[in-house]
């Protein structure tokens, strides 16, 4: 249990206080109804796929349709956040929908779907989904205050856990009322009304300097999290959790169909309680983490699943089912609030869309990955040990996960923080030209040469996490005390955007290397490092020279 010094800043506001804002409200609730859309569009493909079909394995591969195309372009989709406006690509994303939501629309009218086809417009939307996921999330620290943040992500949670609620009980209804046709078609309207409404939303400038290639911020991203402590924390969270959560999910169709013999209508509304779960712990949040720590809510969420599985497992009553289901809803918004409030705190600006890509990377793909296990083992054996394998991994995971500590990195400071000064103006480079090798020399005392050099492996890590391509210190051997500092960037304009990636945690790392030197911080020398074609000789023997 966390004590209140274990809570930062970002966890004080109230849940409704970002609403305030007006932009931040008409960006959440046209998120909130294009989340609708598509949970109506997933529980639609589902019942249709039943008429299809009764392989539960065949059902429980449109949740990897909507995985796959997540885990590919996760990466590339959060690079894109980085560089292009956020809006444009949301924008962009709502249009594809709309237009691939039309063809669900002309396909069902004329009673030609087939499982290639809902397979292949399940992932065509799961990609147009997945290239606007890192953007949606990582715009909503732009539009609130650090103290509005936590009840923000919750908002935000839960406005996907409401929308999973209202989804499938109205496409539900619909189906029952007018077939699934009449579903698709009320999300081409959701789609060219959420396109519309964000016209109000005028997005911040994007830097001056020159927009970074697409290659080399994937290359950073994954370089940021590889030397980034906290947000591998944060992933290794999620991770287990999603692996077991997804059984629920991607097995649900199946149960109501054929182990609760529901029809659409109530298999709408039984999908609908999670939803209903997550919306009335909205509610209850605020106090939850006034009492208790980010780890104590995430295991003991957990634990709170994995006994939802058990007893959906053991039940055929439509009551307890809903129920169960319900429960699961508000443990799955406790979590998944929890952890991405963490990983919005850690992240810094400049990686926040790779970062939030990397951790959707690991949700798709755990999604993914769990979908065809549990889909297999219900095909295999039945689904009621399906979801007891699930609900017993899922009661291991929390175990597994209490010595990651989300409380630990409450507090990270990620604002900018100036410790290096701007690159010169030369004209001898120009952006794109690189490798770009910066030195630092340092006179120490060597009687300090172990404190410095232990000193300097957290500005090895901080200057990897921002884009360095290498790290070297060496040292003199004729003269004590005499230290080379030197990395490299991949482009003149990469390490024009250095001295912006400096975060107020780096300012610990930068004075306690100040400290172990005795002196400050010498400045940096750039060259360009120029590359020597490699060749024979033409003569037949001896030294070129």
Known sequence: MGSPSDQDVAATGGTWSPLKNRIFAVVLLTGLFTQLAVFMSGL??????????DSPAVVASLQIAVALPMFLL?????ALADVVSRKRIILFSLTGSMIVTGAFVLLSASESHSEASLLGL????????ALAAPAWVAVIPGLVSRSDLAGAMTLSSAGISGAGALGPALGGILIFAAGPTWVFGLNVIVF?????ALRVWKAAPLTGLPHEHIASAMRIGFQYMRYDRPLKVVIGKIIPFALAAVALISLLPAVARFRLEAGPATFGLLSGAGGVGAVLALLAMPSIRRRVGPDFIVSGSMLIEAAVFVVLASTTNLGVAAGVIMVAGAATLAITSTVMTVLQVVLPSWVRGRGVALFLLAVQGSFAVGALIWGRVAEQ???QT?????????????????PLRLSRYMDVDTDTATLLADPPTVTSVHDDDGPILLTARWQIDPAHRDDFVAAMEPVRRALKRQGALSFRLVEDVEQPGHMLESFTMATWSEYQRLPQRAT?????IHVALVDAAGSEVPALTAHRVIKLRSGRSNHSGGSPR
């Open 386 to 402: 399906a979801l007891v394998a699930a609900g017993l991994t899922m009661a291991v995971s929390a175990v597994l996960v209490l």
């Open 504 to 508: 107020m945690a780096d300012k610990e």
């Open 192 to 196: 060219a009304t959420a396109i519309v």
């Open 381 to 383: 054996t039945n689904l």
């Open 44 to 53: 639609a493909s589902a019942w249709v796929m039943t008429d299809i079909t």
């Open 122 to 129: 399940t992932a065509a939307l799961g990609v147009f989904t």
């Open 74 to 78: 996760a990466l590339f989709a959060g």
